[in-house]
């Protein structure tokens, strides 16, 4: 398959980038670089996963984070391996990520770009061996170069995202992303340390089979949402898959077809789901990829930011799914 940008797959990243960066003029580069620098913290971070159970940094570290959970030993090794590779990189001002209360200053003040990252989605399955991710979200400064960072770098809006993606460490380790050019995926080949051009302009199916969501709480969650449950219980072929690891959900229904819910609960009245860093970046890349992403009110990308840790309801994935679950809860609101 060929992308928009002619390349065949099978290319690497780094010449999908150039060849990105060269026919979209978007940047002398520095977002190219990077991209280039969130890849190789990925490669990084997949290797401290891989070996996680070999160097005993499984496990939680005994702290909690500004979320008020427990932070694995993982959680803050992603964190600094992360903030590391973008503090070197030298293209980001700032940064926000989960595992951190305020906003990261890098010190490259004269940077255009800044961004907010969970370092490690999926954090419960750590120890169990199953799929986790990273997701990060890019912002051009509006704050005058040659400034620190400030929080208004953050609070754009979705709408304003340059870049959005994630990485998937799974039964192999996959790069998605979209510079608003639409979505694609790159794999990583461990023998040569390089991410290959594996799927061209992704498009998430218009429908599916698959729903995913925490049955756990499902006697919390308003009727809309019981009625969308039933009705797709009753579609023959109908598939209940959660993982556990937002990522992982989120490219399976990418791939197939489907729709990751997570509702406000007794626990997260507002839901669980992270905007900045967790809501925001996917649903850029649903929305490029022709899916929905809405909080039951509006879509994710027109959500208003207020604090940088604030959570969102999140219901996301193919677009018939989205809009019949949408229009149950409007008419319930
Ligand atoms: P994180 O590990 O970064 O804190 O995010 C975990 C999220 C998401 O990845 C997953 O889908 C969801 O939490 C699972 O929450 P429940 O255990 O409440 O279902
Ligand atoms: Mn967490
Ligand atoms: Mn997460
Ligand atoms: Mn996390």
Do not use: W
């Amino acid at each position: 398959a060929e992308s928009t940008l002619a390349l065949p797959v099978g290319t690497t990243l780094d010449r999908f980038i150039m060849r990105q960066q060269e026919a979209f003029a978007f940047a002398k580069g520095e977002l190219s670089q990077l991209l280039r620098d969130i890849a190789l913290a990925s490669k990084i971070i997949g290797r401290e996963i891989n070996r996680a159970g070999l160097t005993d940094i499984t496990g939680a570290l005994g702290r909690e984070n500004v979320q008020g959970e427990s932070q694995q030993k993982l959680d803050v090794i992603a964190n600094i391996r992360f903030k590391r590779a973008l503090v070197n990189g030298g293209e980001v001002c700032g940064i926000l990520s989960e595992e951190e209360d305020d906003i990261i200053q890098t010190g490259n003040n004269n940077a255009k770009y800044v961004v907010a990252m969970d370092p490690l989605d999926g954090s419960s399955n750590i120890d169990v061996n199953v799929s986790i991710g990273t997701i990060f979200s890019i912002y051009r400064r509006v704050s005058p170069i040659g400034t620190p960072a400030t929080l208004e770098d953050f609070m754009q809006g979705g709408r304003k995202q340059v870049a959005a993606g994630y990485i998937l460490y799974g039964s192999s380790t996959v790069m998605v992303y979209t510079t608003g050019k639409g979505v694609n995926c790159f794999t990583y080949e461990n023998a040569l340390g390089e991410y290959f051009f594996s799927h061209a302009d992704m498009e998430m199916p218009t429908t599916g089979k698959i729903y995913s969501i925490n049955d756990a709480y499902y006697d919390e969650f308003a009727e809309p949402i019981k009625s969308f449950i039933g009705d797709m219980r009753k579609t023959s072929g109908a598939m209940a898959r959660y993982i556990g690891s937002l990522v992982g959900d989120f490219h399976r229904n990418l791939l197939k077809g489907g729709i990751y819910l997570y509702p406000p609960t007794r626990k997260a009245q507002d839901g669980k789901l992270r905007l900045l860093y967790e809501c925001y970046p996917l649903a850029m890349i649903t929305e490029q990829a022709g899916g929905k992403a809405t909080n039951g009110i509006c879509p994710i990308l027109d959500v208003e930011p207020t604090q940088i840790h604030q959570r969102s309801a999140i219901y996301v994935g193919s677009s018939e799914l989205v809009d019949d679950l949408d229009s149950r809860l409007a008419a319930y609101h």
